[in-house]
Protein backbone atom coordinates (compact mmCIF):
# COMPACT_ATOMS: atom_id res chain seq x y z
CA UNK A 1 0.00 0.00 0.00
CA UNK A 2 1.37 3.54 -0.76
CA UNK A 3 0.53 6.65 0.46
CA UNK A 4 -3.00 7.73 -0.61
CA UNK A 5 -2.56 11.48 -0.75
CA UNK A 6 -3.90 12.96 -4.08
CA UNK A 7 -1.13 13.97 -6.92
CA UNK A 8 -1.62 17.97 -8.06
CA UNK A 9 -0.28 20.85 -9.17
CA UNK A 10 1.80 22.38 -6.12
CA UNK A 11 0.93 26.27 -7.10
CA UNK A 12 -3.18 24.38 -7.15
CA UNK A 13 -2.50 22.68 -4.31
CA UNK A 14 -1.15 25.71 -2.42
CA UNK A 15 -3.72 28.36 -3.68
CA UNK A 16 -6.11 27.46 -1.09
CA UNK A 17 -3.28 28.28 2.22
CA UNK A 18 -1.31 31.25 0.08
CA UNK A 19 -4.76 33.47 -0.50
CA UNK A 20 -5.67 33.36 3.53
CA UNK A 21 -3.46 35.85 3.73
CA UNK A 22 -3.50 35.74 7.82
CA UNK A 23 -2.89 32.26 8.38
CA UNK A 24 0.24 32.39 5.67
CA UNK A 25 1.48 34.77 7.52
CA UNK A 26 1.26 33.64 10.94
CA UNK A 27 2.20 29.98 9.48
CA UNK A 28 5.49 32.04 7.43
CA UNK A 29 6.32 34.15 11.15
CA UNK A 30 5.81 30.67 13.32
CA UNK A 31 8.45 29.12 11.17
CA UNK A 32 10.67 31.85 10.80
CA UNK A 33 10.53 31.99 14.67
CA UNK A 34 12.14 28.67 14.82
CA UNK A 35 14.68 29.35 12.37
CA UNK A 36 15.71 31.91 14.37
CA UNK A 37 16.04 29.55 17.06
CA UNK A 38 17.97 27.26 15.00
CA UNK A 39 20.34 29.96 14.47
CA UNK A 40 21.47 31.06 17.61
CA UNK A 41 22.29 27.84 18.72
CA UNK A 42 24.37 26.84 15.71
CA UNK A 43 26.33 30.59 16.33
CA UNK A 44 26.43 29.53 19.75
CA UNK A 45 28.43 26.21 18.88
CA UNK A 46 32.16 27.80 17.47
CA UNK A 47 32.27 24.16 15.71
CA UNK A 48 29.39 24.42 13.86
CA UNK A 49 30.97 24.10 10.42
CA UNK A 50 32.83 21.18 11.78
CA UNK A 51 30.25 19.44 12.78
CA UNK A 52 28.16 19.62 9.47
CA UNK A 53 31.40 18.84 7.80
CA UNK A 54 31.79 15.99 9.81
CA UNK A 55 28.11 14.65 9.73
CA UNK A 56 27.89 15.16 6.03
CA UNK A 57 31.20 12.42 5.51
CA UNK A 58 29.71 10.11 7.86
CA UNK A 59 26.83 10.04 6.16
CA UNK A 60 28.78 9.93 2.56
CA UNK A 61 31.10 7.20 3.65
CA UNK A 62 27.81 5.31 5.17
CA UNK A 63 25.57 5.68 2.17
CA UNK A 64 28.89 4.62 0.14
CA UNK A 65 29.22 1.30 2.12
CA UNK A 66 25.44 0.67 3.25
CA UNK A 67 25.54 -2.98 2.03
CA UNK A 68 28.04 -4.15 4.68
CA UNK A 69 27.17 -1.84 7.14
CA UNK A 70 23.24 -3.21 7.08
CA UNK A 71 24.61 -6.57 7.39
CA UNK A 72 26.68 -5.93 10.28
CA UNK A 73 23.90 -4.29 11.93
CA UNK A 74 21.70 -7.13 11.49
CA UNK A 75 24.59 -9.23 12.53
CA UNK A 76 24.45 -7.23 15.69
CA UNK A 77 20.92 -6.51 16.62
CA UNK A 78 20.54 -10.15 16.16
CA UNK A 79 23.02 -10.38 19.07
CA UNK A 80 21.23 -8.48 21.55
CA UNK A 81 17.90 -10.74 20.29
CA UNK A 82 16.35 -8.34 18.21
CA UNK A 83 14.50 -10.14 14.85
CA UNK A 84 15.60 -8.05 12.54
CA UNK A 85 12.99 -8.06 9.13
CA UNK A 86 13.60 -7.05 5.60
CA UNK A 87 11.05 -5.00 3.50
CA UNK A 88 11.57 -4.11 0.12
CA UNK A 89 8.87 -1.81 -0.24
CA UNK A 90 5.77 -0.11 1.76
CA UNK A 91 3.45 -3.00 1.01
CA UNK A 92 6.02 -5.46 2.59
CA UNK A 93 6.67 -3.54 5.39
CA UNK A 94 2.73 -3.25 6.30
CA UNK A 95 1.99 -6.90 5.34
CA UNK A 96 5.19 -7.50 8.26
CA UNK A 97 3.96 -5.07 11.08
CA UNK A 98 0.26 -6.82 10.39
CA UNK A 99 1.56 -10.44 10.88
CA UNK A 100 3.69 -9.38 13.92
CA UNK A 101 0.32 -8.08 15.60
CA UNK A 102 -2.09 -10.85 14.25
CA UNK A 103 0.39 -13.56 15.80
CA UNK A 104 -0.27 -11.99 18.86
CA UNK A 105 -3.85 -10.75 18.62
CA UNK A 106 -3.10 -7.81 18.60
CA UNK A 107 -6.18 -5.02 18.68
CA UNK A 108 -4.66 -1.93 20.09
CA UNK A 109 -1.37 -0.13 18.91
CA UNK A 110 0.35 2.88 20.22
CA UNK A 111 3.04 4.96 17.61
CA UNK A 112 4.96 7.29 18.13
CA UNK A 113 5.88 9.77 15.59
CA UNK A 114 7.61 7.75 12.30
CA UNK A 115 7.44 9.54 9.01
CA UNK A 116 8.34 5.98 7.16
CA UNK A 117 4.87 4.62 8.70
CA UNK A 118 3.46 7.72 6.86
CA UNK A 119 5.29 7.23 3.82
CA UNK A 120 4.32 3.42 4.14
CA UNK A 121 0.74 4.57 4.56
CA UNK A 122 0.59 2.18 7.73
CA UNK A 123 -2.07 3.65 9.48
CA UNK A 124 -4.64 3.69 6.93
CA UNK A 125 -3.55 -0.31 6.07
CA UNK A 126 -3.97 -1.59 9.99
CA UNK A 127 -7.20 0.66 11.17
CA UNK A 128 -8.49 -0.73 7.31
CA UNK A 129 -7.45 -4.97 8.74
CA UNK A 130 -9.78 -3.93 12.49
CA UNK A 131 -6.56 -2.27 14.17
CA UNK A 132 -6.76 0.51 16.46
CA UNK A 133 -3.77 3.22 16.20
CA UNK A 134 -3.27 5.76 18.33
CA UNK A 135 -0.26 8.76 17.33
CA UNK A 136 1.52 9.54 21.05
CA UNK A 137 2.93 12.37 19.75
CA UNK A 138 0.50 15.57 20.76
CA UNK A 139 1.09 17.17 17.23
CA UNK A 140 0.25 13.99 15.31
CA UNK A 141 -2.52 13.04 17.63
CA UNK A 142 -4.20 16.12 16.89
CA UNK A 143 -3.90 16.09 13.78
CA UNK A 144 -4.91 11.96 13.49
CA UNK A 145 -8.42 13.43 15.49
CA UNK A 146 -8.87 15.65 12.83
CA UNK A 147 -8.51 13.54 10.14
CA UNK A 148 -5.46 15.13 8.59
CA UNK A 149 -1.68 14.55 7.41
CA UNK A 150 1.47 16.31 9.16
CA UNK A 151 2.33 19.36 7.68
CA UNK A 152 5.53 19.47 8.74
CA UNK A 153 8.17 16.32 9.66
CA UNK A 154 8.51 17.52 12.77
CA UNK A 155 5.78 20.01 13.76
CA UNK A 156 3.25 18.31 12.31
CA UNK A 157 0.35 20.25 13.63
CA UNK A 158 2.31 23.57 12.84
CA UNK A 159 -0.82 24.84 10.48
CA UNK A 160 -3.10 24.42 13.26
CA UNK A 161 -3.80 27.86 15.68
CA UNK A 162 -4.52 26.81 19.27
CA UNK A 163 -8.21 27.90 18.77
CA UNK A 164 -8.21 24.91 16.04
CA UNK A 165 -7.05 22.38 18.64
CA UNK A 166 -9.23 23.30 21.27
CA UNK A 167 -12.22 23.03 18.81
CA UNK A 168 -11.08 19.46 18.00
CA UNK A 169 -10.65 18.45 21.71
CA UNK A 170 -13.67 19.36 22.74
CA UNK A 171 -15.21 17.70 19.99
CA UNK A 172 -13.32 14.32 20.51
CA UNK A 173 -11.73 14.34 24.38
CA UNK A 174 -14.69 16.57 26.03
CA UNK A 175 -12.94 19.91 26.92
CA UNK A 176 -14.71 23.18 27.47
CA UNK A 177 -16.36 24.75 24.12
CA UNK A 178 -14.08 28.19 23.64
CA UNK A 179 -10.85 26.67 25.51
CA UNK A 180 -7.98 27.48 23.96
CA UNK A 181 -5.12 27.88 27.07
CA UNK A 182 -2.19 25.99 25.57
CA UNK A 183 -1.51 24.85 29.23
CA UNK A 184 -5.34 23.22 29.99
CA UNK A 185 -5.60 21.35 26.35
CA UNK A 186 -1.96 19.65 27.21
CA UNK A 187 -3.19 18.54 30.75
CA UNK A 188 -6.18 17.20 28.81
CA UNK A 189 -4.48 15.79 26.14
CA UNK A 190 -2.35 13.86 28.53
CA UNK A 191 -5.25 12.49 30.44
CA UNK A 192 -6.35 11.11 27.04
CA UNK A 193 -3.46 9.30 25.97
CA UNK A 194 -2.83 7.92 29.32
CA UNK A 195 -5.54 5.59 29.26
CA UNK A 196 -4.41 4.75 25.55
CA UNK A 197 -0.47 3.99 26.28
CA UNK A 198 -2.18 1.76 29.45
CA UNK A 199 -4.26 0.01 26.89
CA UNK A 200 -1.87 -0.50 24.00
CA UNK A 201 -1.32 -4.27 23.74
CA UNK A 202 2.50 -3.33 21.06
CA UNK A 203 4.05 0.00 20.59
CA UNK A 204 5.73 0.82 17.30
CA UNK A 205 8.12 3.55 17.04
CA UNK A 206 10.34 5.23 14.60
CA UNK A 207 14.28 5.31 14.84
CA UNK A 208 16.25 8.50 14.22
CA UNK A 209 19.57 6.42 14.40
CA UNK A 210 20.71 2.70 14.38
CA UNK A 211 24.25 1.81 14.95
CA UNK A 212 26.00 -0.58 13.01
CA UNK A 213 29.24 -1.61 14.97
CA UNK A 214 26.53 -1.78 18.63
CA UNK A 215 23.21 -3.43 16.88
CA UNK A 216 21.56 -0.70 18.86
CA UNK A 217 18.32 2.14 17.74
CA UNK A 218 18.39 5.90 19.30
CA UNK A 219 14.83 7.05 19.54
CA UNK A 220 14.36 11.05 19.78
CA UNK A 221 11.41 12.97 21.24
CA UNK A 222 10.51 15.91 23.51
CA UNK A 223 7.41 14.46 25.11
CA UNK A 224 9.15 10.65 26.16
CA UNK A 225 6.04 9.23 24.37
CA UNK A 226 8.15 6.62 22.72
CA UNK A 227 9.69 5.54 25.73
CA UNK A 228 6.14 5.00 27.35
CA UNK A 229 4.40 3.73 24.06
CA UNK A 230 7.58 0.51 24.67
CA UNK A 231 8.11 0.60 28.26
CA UNK A 232 4.59 -1.29 29.20
CA UNK A 233 3.77 -3.49 26.42
CA UNK A 234 5.51 -6.46 26.02
CA UNK A 235 6.61 -6.26 22.01
CA UNK A 236 8.31 -2.95 20.51
CA UNK A 237 8.09 -2.50 16.54
CA UNK A 238 10.83 -0.29 15.24
CA UNK A 239 10.21 0.83 11.35
CA UNK A 240 13.31 2.27 9.88
CA UNK A 241 14.27 3.13 6.25
CA UNK A 242 18.01 1.66 5.90
CA UNK A 243 19.35 5.06 5.29
CA UNK A 244 19.33 5.59 9.17
CA UNK A 245 22.76 3.70 9.89
CA UNK A 246 25.48 5.33 11.18
CA UNK A 247 28.85 3.04 11.55
CA UNK A 248 29.99 3.45 15.20
CA UNK A 249 28.79 4.52 18.37
CA UNK A 250 31.09 7.51 18.89
CA UNK A 251 29.98 8.91 15.56
CA UNK A 252 25.96 9.32 17.30
CA UNK A 253 27.26 12.46 18.86
CA UNK A 254 27.66 13.89 15.52
CA UNK A 255 24.28 13.69 15.12
CA UNK A 256 22.92 14.31 18.17
CA UNK A 257 24.41 17.47 18.09
CA UNK A 258 23.37 18.69 15.68
CA UNK A 259 19.40 17.29 15.17
CA UNK A 260 17.56 19.16 17.86
CA UNK A 261 19.67 22.55 17.29
CA UNK A 262 18.68 22.17 13.55
CA UNK A 263 15.32 21.03 14.11
CA UNK A 264 13.78 23.59 16.83
CA UNK A 265 16.80 25.30 18.05
CA UNK A 266 16.92 23.21 20.92
CA UNK A 267 20.40 22.32 22.95
CA UNK A 268 19.17 18.46 22.47
CA UNK A 269 15.90 16.77 22.23
CA UNK A 270 14.31 15.93 26.02
CA UNK A 271 14.37 12.16 25.08
CA UNK A 272 17.41 10.51 23.76
CA UNK A 273 16.46 6.83 24.07
CA UNK A 274 18.73 3.70 23.33
CA UNK A 275 17.30 0.43 22.67
CA UNK A 276 19.80 -2.72 22.86
CA UNK A 277 17.59 -5.70 22.47
CA UNK A 278 14.18 -6.65 24.18
CA UNK A 279 13.70 -5.02 27.25
CA UNK A 280 13.93 -8.60 29.30
CA UNK A 281 13.35 -11.98 28.42
CA UNK A 282 9.79 -11.79 28.12
CA UNK A 283 9.50 -9.14 25.99
CA UNK A 284 10.23 -8.80 21.71
CA UNK A 285 11.59 -6.80 19.46
CA UNK A 286 11.22 -6.83 16.45
CA UNK A 287 13.53 -4.48 14.10
CA UNK A 288 11.77 -3.70 10.04
CA UNK A 289 14.23 -2.52 7.74
CA UNK A 290 12.72 -1.13 4.43
CA UNK A 291 13.78 0.05 1.22
CA UNK A 292 10.91 1.42 -0.31
CA UNK A 293 13.15 3.27 -3.72
CA UNK A 294 15.99 4.44 -1.07
CA UNK A 295 18.30 2.01 -2.86
CA UNK A 296 17.35 3.14 -6.59
CA UNK A 297 18.02 6.70 -4.94
CA UNK A 298 21.39 5.27 -3.98
CA UNK A 299 22.23 3.84 -7.26
CA UNK A 300 21.79 7.83 -8.59
CA UNK A 301 24.84 9.81 -8.61
CA UNK A 302 23.16 13.21 -8.85
CA UNK A 303 20.77 12.44 -5.81
CA UNK A 304 22.45 10.03 -3.27
CA UNK A 305 22.98 12.33 -0.86
CA UNK A 306 19.49 13.30 -0.47
CA UNK A 307 20.38 10.02 1.37
CA UNK A 308 21.71 11.73 4.07
CA UNK A 309 18.89 13.63 5.50
CA UNK A 310 18.32 12.88 9.49
CA UNK A 311 14.58 14.63 9.36
CA UNK A 312 15.25 17.95 11.53
CA UNK A 313 12.98 19.92 9.24
CA UNK A 314 15.43 22.71 8.75
CA UNK A 315 14.94 23.28 5.42
CA UNK A 316 11.13 23.69 5.51
CA UNK A 317 11.89 26.45 8.30
CA UNK A 318 13.92 28.70 6.05
CA UNK A 319 12.20 28.20 3.04
CA UNK A 320 10.29 31.01 1.60
CA UNK A 321 8.00 28.98 -0.53
CA UNK A 322 6.95 26.50 2.30
CA UNK A 323 6.17 28.87 5.06
CA UNK A 324 3.88 30.25 2.77
CA UNK A 325 2.22 27.47 0.72
CA UNK A 326 2.12 25.39 3.47
CA UNK A 327 3.09 21.74 4.13
CA UNK A 328 -0.14 20.21 2.74
CA UNK A 329 0.24 22.03 -0.27
CA UNK A 330 3.16 19.55 -1.55
CA UNK A 331 0.78 16.49 -1.29
CA UNK A 332 3.91 14.42 0.09
CA UNK A 333 4.85 12.86 2.98
CA UNK A 334 7.63 14.92 3.12
CA UNK A 335 7.37 18.63 1.87
CA UNK A 336 9.70 21.36 1.64
CA UNK A 337 13.18 21.38 -0.25
CA UNK A 338 14.07 17.75 0.73
CA UNK A 339 10.43 16.75 -0.15
CA UNK A 340 10.73 18.03 -3.61
CA UNK A 341 14.08 16.33 -4.13
CA UNK A 342 12.65 12.97 -2.70
CA UNK A 343 8.76 12.84 -3.96
CA UNK A 344 10.24 13.30 -7.30
CA UNK A 345 12.89 10.01 -6.84
CA UNK A 346 10.10 8.18 -5.81
CA UNK A 347 7.30 9.63 -8.55
CA UNK A 348 8.54 11.84 -11.25
CA UNK A 349 5.13 12.12 -13.21
CA UNK A 350 3.17 12.22 -9.66
CA UNK A 351 5.42 15.35 -8.11
CA UNK A 352 7.25 16.91 -11.56
CA UNK A 353 5.39 20.25 -10.06
CA UNK A 354 7.46 20.35 -6.83
CA UNK A 355 11.50 20.83 -7.94
CA UNK A 356 9.46 24.27 -9.59
CA UNK A 357 8.04 25.26 -5.76
CA UNK A 358 11.36 26.75 -5.29
CA UNK A 359 12.81 30.20 -5.61
CA UNK A 360 16.95 28.73 -5.93
CA UNK A 361 17.72 30.95 -2.90
CA UNK A 362 19.86 28.06 -1.59
CA UNK A 363 18.61 28.72 1.90
CA UNK A 364 18.13 25.22 2.27
CA UNK A 365 21.52 24.41 1.53
CA UNK A 366 23.10 26.96 3.98
CA UNK A 367 21.25 25.60 6.82
CA UNK A 368 21.25 21.74 6.13
CA UNK A 369 23.27 20.17 9.04
CA UNK A 370 24.72 17.35 6.44
CA UNK A 371 25.16 19.55 3.86
CA UNK A 372 22.95 18.36 1.27
CA UNK A 373 23.54 20.64 -1.56
CA UNK A 374 19.17 20.82 -2.24
CA UNK A 375 18.92 24.03 -4.27
CA UNK A 376 21.51 22.15 -7.05
CA UNK A 377 19.76 18.89 -6.82
CA UNK A 378 16.04 21.19 -7.27
CA UNK A 379 17.74 22.78 -10.54
CA UNK A 380 19.19 19.02 -11.36
CA UNK A 381 15.63 17.54 -11.01
CA UNK A 382 14.37 20.47 -13.33
CA UNK A 383 16.72 19.25 -15.85
CA UNK A 384 15.78 15.42 -15.71
CA UNK A 385 12.08 16.75 -15.58
CA UNK A 386 12.67 18.29 -18.61
CA UNK A 387 14.43 15.73 -20.25
CA UNK A 388 11.48 13.08 -19.28
CA UNK A 389 8.87 15.62 -20.88
CA UNK A 390 7.29 16.22 -18.24
CA UNK A 391 7.42 19.92 -18.03
CA UNK A 392 3.98 21.51 -19.21
CA UNK A 393 4.66 22.81 -23.08
CA UNK A 394 4.09 26.60 -21.98
CA UNK A 395 6.61 26.55 -19.30
CA UNK A 396 9.20 24.76 -22.10
CA UNK A 397 8.10 27.57 -24.24
CA UNK A 398 8.77 30.46 -22.42
CA UNK A 399 12.33 28.56 -20.93
CA UNK A 400 12.94 28.62 -24.58
CA UNK A 401 11.67 32.20 -25.64
CA UNK A 402 14.42 33.38 -22.60
CA UNK A 403 17.22 31.12 -23.91
CA UNK A 404 16.51 33.26 -27.00
CA UNK A 405 16.59 36.67 -25.42
CA UNK A 406 19.87 35.91 -23.30
CA UNK A 407 21.89 34.54 -26.54
CA UNK A 408 21.06 38.14 -28.57
CA UNK A 409 22.93 40.69 -26.62
CA UNK A 410 21.14 43.44 -28.74
CA UNK A 411 18.24 42.13 -28.19
CA UNK A 412 18.41 41.61 -24.64
CA UNK A 413 19.70 45.18 -24.14
CA UNK A 414 16.44 46.52 -26.49
CA UNK A 415 14.02 44.50 -24.23
CA UNK A 416 15.82 45.87 -21.27
CA UNK A 417 15.28 49.81 -22.54
CA UNK A 418 11.58 49.04 -23.76
CA UNK A 419 11.06 47.18 -20.06
CA UNK A 420 12.63 50.48 -18.32
CA UNK A 421 10.78 53.03 -20.47
CA UNK A 422 7.15 50.87 -20.02
CA UNK A 423 7.43 50.81 -16.04
CA UNK A 424 8.46 54.36 -16.04
CA UNK A 425 5.69 55.85 -18.17
CA UNK A 426 2.26 53.27 -17.96
CA UNK A 427 0.17 53.15 -15.53
CA UNK A 428 0.85 51.04 -12.10
CA UNK A 429 -2.47 49.74 -12.68
CA UNK A 430 -1.51 47.91 -16.08
CA UNK A 431 0.97 45.47 -13.46
CA UNK A 432 -1.23 45.58 -9.96
CA UNK A 433 -4.77 44.71 -11.25
CA UNK A 434 -6.75 42.30 -9.52
CA UNK A 435 -5.98 39.78 -12.34
CA UNK A 436 -3.09 39.94 -11.59
CA UNK A 437 -2.80 37.57 -8.23
CA UNK A 438 1.32 37.54 -8.43
CA UNK A 439 1.42 41.07 -7.97
CA UNK A 440 -0.92 40.48 -5.15
CA UNK A 441 1.69 40.68 -2.36
CA UNK A 442 4.70 41.53 -4.49
CA UNK A 443 5.74 45.16 -5.64
CA UNK A 444 8.39 45.99 -8.60
CA UNK A 445 11.46 47.66 -8.39
CA UNK A 446 12.02 51.33 -9.52
CA UNK A 447 13.59 51.27 -13.07
CA UNK A 448 17.41 52.32 -12.93
CA UNK A 449 17.88 54.76 -14.88
CA UNK A 450 20.41 53.05 -17.03
CA UNK A 451 21.35 49.03 -17.70
CA UNK A 452 24.30 47.92 -16.17
CA UNK A 453 26.54 47.77 -19.53
CA UNK A 454 26.04 51.37 -19.84
CA UNK A 455 26.81 51.85 -15.95
CA UNK A 456 29.87 49.89 -16.64
CA UNK A 457 30.83 51.27 -20.06
CA UNK A 458 30.47 54.34 -17.69
CA UNK A 459 32.24 53.59 -14.35
CA UNK A 460 34.79 50.89 -16.09
CA UNK A 461 36.67 53.03 -19.16
CA UNK A 462 38.13 50.41 -21.84
CA UNK A 463 41.77 49.28 -20.34
CA UNK A 464 40.69 49.27 -16.75
CA UNK A 465 38.49 45.78 -16.71
CA UNK A 466 41.57 44.03 -15.07
CA UNK A 467 41.18 45.00 -11.07
CA UNK A 468 44.40 47.14 -10.22
CA UNK A 469 46.34 46.30 -7.57
CA UNK A 470 45.16 49.33 -5.26
CA UNK A 471 41.18 47.92 -5.89
CA UNK A 472 42.49 44.28 -4.89
CA UNK A 473 43.98 45.72 -1.33
Given at each position: ??S???????????????????????????????????????Q??PE??Y??E?????????I??????L?Q????????????????D?????????????????L???K?KS????E?G?N???????I???????G????????????H??????????E?????????????????????L???????????????EV?????????????????????G?????V????????????????????????????????????P?T?Y????H????????????L?????SK?????T???????????????????????G?????????????????????A????S??F?????????????????L?????????????????????R??????????????????A??????????L?????????????????????????????Y?????S???????????
Amino acid sequence: MTSTLPIVDHPSAAREFVTNEPRSHWHDDSLWFVRSKRDKQAQSIPEWEYLREQASTIKNHTIAKLPEYLQQFEANATRLGAVVHWAADAEEHNRIVLDLLRRNDTLRIVKSKSMLTEECGLNEYLIDNGIEVVDTDLGERIVQLRGETPSHIVLPAIHIKKEEVGDTFHKYLGTRAGESDPQVLTEAARGHLRGKFLSGEVGITGVNFAIADTGGLVVCTNEGNADLGVSLPRIHIACMGIEKLVPRFQDLSVFTRLLARSATGQPITSYTSHFHGPRDENSELHIVLVDNGRSKIRDSKTFRESLNCIRCGACMNTCPVYRRSGGHSYRATVPGPIGSVLGPAKNAKAHKSLPFACSLCGSCTDVCPVKIPLHHQLLAWRKVLVGKRLVAWNKRMAMKAASFLFCNPTLFAAAGYLGRVSLKVLPKSLTHNPFNTWAKDRDLPEPPKESFHEWYAKNRPSGSETISKEERS
